[in-house]
Structures are given as structure tokens and as C-alpha cells.
């Protein structure tokens, strides 16, 4: 069974750096891509970006500029830093596991969520 | 970029009835399209996939249709733990990455 746990940071203040990391338990971490998504509070889901355990990455155009994903294959854990967050990066973080699942794209396995809010 | 658009916005039903969601892309995805049920305090969880696949462990009452750039969501008849928010996600090719709708919020009447 495949477990997805995630931590980091609840609090940040404008201009600092955010970081999550996520650890997966179970099953094969190489073989797949595994993602960031945040959501911000009473609002939609936003795909943040993607690592698979070569380091292979893509972000969203728009958070590319200030994005990182990096991967930790011994620990079969990814890491999310998001550098000079204001207020409007404040959302609960989800890491998931995507997986093509018939001839979809689909995230399979999700963490519990970090809410990380930015305020002076 | 293809852009999901979902609604209605909000859907107001009693148990019992039948609820039936839309999502449009702004151009085809064939019919590689998944939807995701979230409730509050909650990750999503997988429910359809390639439009019309229950994942793993969804009952029969969800259904899923359509490809192209029109599919549908139906729950044949609503259970008290079918209220929650529903999205719809497609991932593209170039850019490469994930867009997902602005959600349907299916309440109790």
C-alpha cells in the first residue's frame, strides 16, 4: 500500500523561502512522476510541478520563475522550495503521485496537505 | 494552453436525486480526462479516468462521459457522502502539465 507523507513550514513571512518535502512509503517510487499542487483557501487546485526520480522537471509557467523541485532517490523523497512567497502563496500544498492510469494522466495518491500561510 | 471551464458553479439537490456536472475543455483532449472528488479538510481522490473509468474502488452510482471537449459527471442518485466539491483535470502535452476546472460544489438542498 502506498503511503505519501508530507511536512514543512506552516508560517512564513513575505520574501522567504518555502519548503515541503514529501517521503513515499510502499510500492515503486522510480517509476513514476510525482508532483506539487496547491490550493488556496476556499478556492480551486493549482499544479505547482512535477520531478520524476532521474530529476527530470516541468513547472507551471507561471510559478517557473520562482520553483524548485528537486528529488532524493535514497530517501524515495521530493522536495518543493518556492522562494520570495507573498500572501497570495498562502494554500494548503498537496504532493501526489501521478500514474497513467488507461491513457490519462491522473493522480493516483496524494499527501495529507500542508497549510502554509504568509503573513507579516 | 488548454483551459477547463466547469459548471454549474454550485449544484443545489436533496439525496436521492440525480446530479449531472459538466466540463469543457477549450480544445480536444480526446478523452483523457479524469475527475476528482474533494471533501473539506481533504486531498482529492480519483474517481473517473479516460472520461469514463471508475478508479479503483468507486461505486457504480458515479458515471463519467463524453470526449473531445464536452464531458459529463453523473451520480445517479446522490448519497449523503456525495457532497463536495468535483474537478475535472487534463494534462497537456506542451507546456507540459496539469490544468484542472474551477470545481462544482454539489450541496445539500
Known amino acids: 500500500q502506498v503511503q505519501v507523507q508530507q511536512w514543512g513550514a506552516g508560517l512564513l513571512k513575505p520574501s522567504e523561502t518555502l519548503s515541503l518535502t514529501c517521503a513515499v512509503y510502499g510500492g515503486s517510487f522510480s517509476g513514476f512522476y510525482w508532483s506539487w499542487v496547491r490550493q488556496p483557501p476556499g478556492k480551486g487546485l493549482e499544479w505547482i510541478g512535477e520531478i520524476n526520480h532521474g530529476g527530470s522537471t516541468n513547472y507551471n509557467p507561471s510559478l517557473k520563475s520562482r520553483v524548485t523541485i528537486s528529488v532524493d532517490t535514497s530517501k524515495n523523497q521530493f522536495s518543493l522550495s518556492l522562494k520570495s512567497v507573498t500572501a497570495a502563496d498562502t494554500a494548503v500544498y498537496y504532493c501526489?503521485?501521478?500514474?497513467?492510469?488507461?491513457?490519462?494522466?491522473?493522480?493516483?495518491?496524494w499527501g495529507q496537505g500542508t497549510l502554509v500561510t504568509v503573513s507579516s | 494552453e488548454i483551459v477547463l471551464t466547469q459548471s454549474p458553479a454550485t449544484l443545489s439537490l436533496s439525496p436521492g436525486e440525480r446530479a449531472t456536472l459538466s466540463c469543457r475543455a477549450s480544445?480536444?483532449?480526446?478523452?483523457?480526462l479524469a475527475w476528482y472528488q474533494q471533501k473539506p479538510g481533504q486531498p482529492p481522490r480519483l474517481l473517473i479516468y479516460d472520461a469514463s473509468n471508475r478508479a479503483t474502488g468507486i461505486p457504480a452510482r458515479f458515471s463519467g462521459s463524453g470526449s473531445g471537449t464536452d464531458f459529463t459527471l453523473t451520480i445517479s442518485s446522490l448519497e449523503p457522502e456525495d457532497f463536495a466539491v468535483y474537478y475535472c483535470q487534463q494534462r497537456s502535452n506542451w507546456p507540459p502539465g496539469f490544468t484542472f476546472g474551477p470545481g462544482t460544489k454539489v450541496e445539500i438542498k
Open positions: 480544445q480536444s483532449v480526446s478523452s483523457s
Open positions: 501526489a503521485r501521478e500514474d497513467l492510469v488507461g491513457a490519462t494522466n491522473a493522480f493516483d495518491y
